[in-house]
Nanobody, 116 residues
Framework: EVQLVESGGGLVQPGGSLRLSCAASGFTFADYAMNWVRQAPGKGLEWVSAISWNGGRTYYAESMKGRFTISRDNAKKTLYLQMNSLKSEDTAVYYC?????????WGQGTQVTVSS
């Protein structure tokens, strides 16, 4: 069974930083590209970032470029999202996901709140 468990969210002031983690199990983590997706209050899902299976390629939504950094540790089966220069509009539930055999698999999400 695929399991994804996000952690690292919390309350942070504007301009602050957080590092999210996504612990994976139930599949061969090193074989798959991974994504971060977020959902702000009252809004739809928004893709944030993606990383290739070996970390060699990374991709970001335009508004996250230069502020967010995605990375992975295949030995630890863990995905990360370093978020710097956080803004109030970054407030959202952040999810990691992976596409396996025709299905999206999601974690439960971690809440990030950016507020003074």
């Amino acid at each position: 069974e695929v399991q994804l468990v996000e952690s690292g969210g919390g309350l942070v002031q504007p301009g602050g930083s957080l590092r999210l983690s996504c612990a994976a199990s139930g599949f061969t983590f090193a074989d798959y590209a991974m994504n971060w997706v977020r959902q702000a209050p009252g809004k739809g899902l928004e893709w944030v970032s993606a990383i290739s299976w070996n970390g060699g390629r990374t991709y970001y939504a335009e508004s996250m470029k230069g502020r967010f950094t995605i990375s992975r540790d295949n030995a630890k089966k863990t995905l990360y999202l370093q978020m710097n220069s956080l803004k109030s509009e970054d407030t959202a539930v952040y999810y990691c996901n992976v596409w396996i055999n025709g299905f999206w698999n999601w974690g439960q999400g971690t809440q990030v709140t950016v507020s003074s």
